[in-house]
């Protein structure tokens, strides 16, 4: 499924399959917005699939909003894929679900 990065209201909703396919187009827009904006909201609710480079690349950009002091809201505890993939790679830390 092709992935679309679609911006509601201030959210950045991630709907289709977040695998090795898509991941260059994540990386780039989110590093695009926290190169920009001091607070970023991805939501996470619309992905069908994730991946180990999925996981990877949000591992990344998580650890760059903290480096440059940045707020990187994760919403998507709700998707039992997302929240399955979380779980099994240790990286529940990730999710920040209180703005």
Known sequence: MK????????????????????????????NY????????????????KIDEKGIAVLKETHAKANKRSKVLFVLGKENE?????????QVNYIFRDSY
């Open 3 to 30: 992935l679309q990065i679609i911006n509601t209201a201030g959210t950045f909703e991630i709907i289709g399959n977040l695998t090795l396919d898509n991941t260059v187009i994540v990386k780039e827009h989110f």
């Open 33 to 48: 917005l926290l190169d920009h904006y001091e607070e970023v909201v991805m939501c996470l609710n619309k992905v069908k």
């Open 81 to 89: 894929v997302v929240s399955n993939a979380f779980k099994e790679n």
